[in-house]
């Protein structure tokens, strides 16, 4: 064995003189949540023997070594430290001809100085590099405003309409208590999801928040049906083509946050918004017809024929 480390030495000697190792400079690599795995680079430009049985590697993160290589050895010994289990070289092929860097899974990467120690032979090299990790946000400040907005435009509105509805329409008092649980249930996803949503980062809580603003949104829909047939006993066609809609509206926004959820970076918050836009958007336009009706409701009675009158009114506007 150290016969063996003597003859490569020997050969370093005679082959190139005792010339340090050239290894490439790099300051400071950025990491960011996509990253599944992080290559932390060290490249040796004036290798000689290209010979992996010449050749020792260490790695070591602020000081503390916790990858090493050793050639001289045969078969060659690889260590890792426990924390680093991981850490591999990118390619063992290309070792001898000076790629030593080396690939770590995200988890193991913790930000710092990296530095990488060659030796080929007698000739030794080191260089330094700082892992760094990225600063990023998941959307822009602006669609994480207009998503927030639009989903809390949404609750208001929904909010109005109960209100409407349970002062206009007679309404019983079990309809009235679960669509206030309802809309309870979805205020406060709302509002979860806004406190973990808003800070920056693509971590699993930004994740979650979204989830929460935009899955039980799907309960709007059922609401918006509820509130509809409390109103007309039968609901016209164009209370109809408002669920259709609505539903649309819904299913746009989850697409969106399907996208978004899945893709590295995500870039679709815009389906996500123009979704719960929709959503809102047919809000605005229940609530609007819901007090129109609810005030000629007021002028008749008794309320429950004197609902279907406007209601035909609005129908044969609709069809024409
Ligand atoms: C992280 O991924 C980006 C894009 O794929 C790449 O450019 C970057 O070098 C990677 N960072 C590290 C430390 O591997
Ligand atoms: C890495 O080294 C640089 C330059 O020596 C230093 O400014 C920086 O604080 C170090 N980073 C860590 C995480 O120790």
Redesign the pocket.
């Known amino acids: 064995m150290d016969a063996l480390r003597v003859w490569w030495v020997l050969l370093g000697i005679l082959g190139a003189g005792s010339a340090q190792l050239q290894l490439q400079k790099f300051g400071s690599i950025l990491m960011d949540t996509c990253n599944s795995t992080v290559i932390i680079p060290c490249i040796v430009t004036n290798l000689q023997l290209n010979d992996t049985r010449a050749m020792y590697v260490k790695w070591r993160l ?1 000081g503390n070594e916790f990858f090493s290589f050793d050639g001289f050895e045969q078969p060659v010994k690889i260590q890792r430290n426990s924390t680093f289990q991981s850490a591999e070289f990118v390619s063992l092929s290309k070792l001898p001809f000076g790629t030593a860097s080396l690939s770590l899974s995200r988890k193991e990467a913790i ?3 990296y530095s990488c120690e060659v030796t080929e032979s007698n000739r030794e090299g080191i260089s330094t590099v ?1 892992l760094k990790q990225a600063i990023e946000s998941w959307f822009e400040p602006v669609e994480n405003t207009l998503i927030i907005i639009t989903m809390v435009l949404a609750a208001i509105f929904y909010w109005t309409q109960i209100g409407v509805v349970a002062t206009k329409f007679d309404i019983s008092l079990l309809k009235k208590i679960s669509l206030i649980i309802a809309g309870l249930i979805v205020t406060i996803a709302v509002v979860i999801g806004c406190v973990l949503f808003v800070p920056d980062g693509f971590e699993s809580s930004n994740q979650v928040g979204l989830g929460l603003i935009v899955l039980p949104a799907v309960i709007l829909v059922p609401l918006l049906y509820i509130l509809l047939t409390s109103v007309f006993e039968k609901p016209p066609c164009f209370a109809v083509m408002l669920l259709v809609l609505k539903a649309l509206g819904y299913v746009i926004a989850v697409t969106g946050f399907a996208m978004s959820v899945s893709a590295c970076p995500p870039q679709h918050a815009a389906v996500v918004i123009a979704g719960l836009a929709v959503i809102d958007l047919v809000a605005v336009i229940a609530l609007v017809y819901v007090i129109i009706i609810g005030s000629n409701f007021k002028d008749h009675q008794p309320p429950r024929k004197a609902v279907e009158e406007p209601l035909n009114d609005a129908k044969g506007v609709m069809l024409e």
């Open positions: 602020g930000p710092g100085n700082e």
